[in-house]
Nanobody
């Protein structure tokens, strides 16, 4: 499985962006997916998770009510709709997938390369 993010950029505070994470390869082996971010000088943190099956979602407290994670299985793409952006949302956003490795009977983590989001005040 390979993941490629897009949609990052520069936006003013209060604005919106939509990030995309396109998956390719053995996409049927993907279980849950998520968005993470890492701001300069800080550790990576989870932003939003979307599980397989019914697609239950979880959000970090800091983005609850402003961000929405969606998954379009037909397009093998996950989205992160970000509204009411704040300067503190500035970070590199990366998507993550938990993939089931049949041969090894184990779960693996796959990461995209990241996309940069800058929110100006």
């Amino acid at each position: 499985v390979q993941l490629v993010e897009s949609g990052g950029g520069l936006v003013q505070a209060g604005g919106s962006l939509r990030l995309s994470c396109a998956a390719s390869g053995s996409t049927s082996s993907i279980n849950s997916m998520g968005w993470y971010r890492q701001a300069p000088g800080k550790q990576r943190e989870v932003v939003a998770l979307i599980r397989g099956g019914a697609g239950a979602t979880d959000y970090a407290d800091l983005v609850e009510g402003r961000f929405t994670v969606l998954r379009d299985n037909a397009k093998n793409t996950m989205y992160l709709q970000m509204n009411s952006l704040k300067p503190e949302d500035t970070a590199v956003y990366s998507c993550n997938a938990i993939v089931y490795d049949v041969r090894g009977d184990r779960y693996l983590e796959v990461w995209g390369q990241g996309t940069s989001v800058t929110v100006s005040s």
